[in-house]
């Protein structure tokens, strides 16, 4: 509707005589300019509930957002002491791996550690008669990583799980040794004593009550290399999961609010 719709003759609210040239009526005071505006039909939306384009309505676009930050950089700190952690025990495996069994596994920081686990396997499984708590000494030290290992991924936590695998491989390292040394019985052991000098140790009997004390370096032997295993496979699952965690190249993250 426009103005120069309205009839001549009335007001279009009250009725009233308008003459041709009037703005407002002399009645009801209605400018008619403002009552033609209230009564034109509202703009058509665009299908779909779409917004308008704004250089059709003769408005600026406006820019595009820019995309937020690609990573938290705690996130991102965290994945690079992961990588330097998987470094260091490449380093260290590397270090194991290219001596004889016992040199340098012995020697590490990580064998006081397992002694002591070690010890309390021998504490915690003493009620099961002699064998079993001989051998959970033994047994126990490399259930601790294990165990861990599993809270880990109980946790969906691959990384940590990785890295206790692969100290459950450095565990059958450090027992490759007292395995080997069975019949020999020179290895030093906690009370500074050797085997021979205070009638064997755990291996020695274990052994000798399975009837397998001629394997005993076979044995040792066969604990260091699948506990080197071990450890390598461990370092690239805990690699892979540092990967697999690592956002997408261009990936945004996700909004604070939606």
């Known amino acids: 509707m426009s103005l120069s719709s309205l009839p001549d003759a009335e007001c279009p609210k009250c009725a009233a005589p308008r003459p041709a040239a009037a703005l407002e009526c002399a009645r009801c005071g209605v400018i008619f300019a403002k009552f033609v505006a209230r009564a034109a039909p509202p703009a058509a939306l665009p ?23 690609s990573a938290d950089p705690l996130e991102r700190a965290g994945r690079i002491g992961k990588a330097l952690l ?9 270090q194991f791996a290219r001596l004889p069994i016992g040199a340098g596994v012995m020697d590490s920081v ?8 070690h010890e309390a ?32 991924l109980k946790q969906h ?10 100290w459950a491989g450095e565990n059958l390292l450090d027992l490759a040794p007292y395995i080997a040394d069975a019949r020999a019985l020179q290895l030093v052991l906690l009370g500074g004593h050797t ?4 009638e064997g140790h755990d291996w ?21 290399d699948v506990g080197l295993a071990v450890m390598v496979a461990a370092l690239g699952w805990g690699a892979y999961s540092i990967m697999r ?14």
């Open 245 to 258: 965690d690592r956002p997408a190249a261009g990936a945004s993250s996700p909004p604070l609010m939606s």
């Open 195 to 198: 085997g021979a000098e205070v």
């Open 86 to 94: 998987v470094g260091g025990l490449a380093i260290w495996t590397w």
């Open 121 to 152: 396997g021998h504490i915690l499984f003493s009620p099961f008669g002699r064998f079993i708590t001989v051998l959970g000494g033994s047994l126990f030290q490399v259930l601790v990583p294990v165990t861990l290992a599993a809270a880990f």
């Open 47 to 69: 299908p779909d509930g779409e917004l308008a384009d704004p250089q059709a309505a003769g408005r600026p676009s406006a820019a595009p957002l820019e995309p937020l930050a």
């Open 157 to 166: 936590d691959a990384f940590g799980a990785a890295v206790c695998t692969w």
């Open 204 to 224: 020695e009997y274990l052994l000798t009550t399975l009837g397998w004390m001629r394997h005993d370096r076979a044995l040792g032997v066969a604990a260091h």
């Open 110 to 117: 990580l064998h006081l550690p397992d002694l002591v686990f």
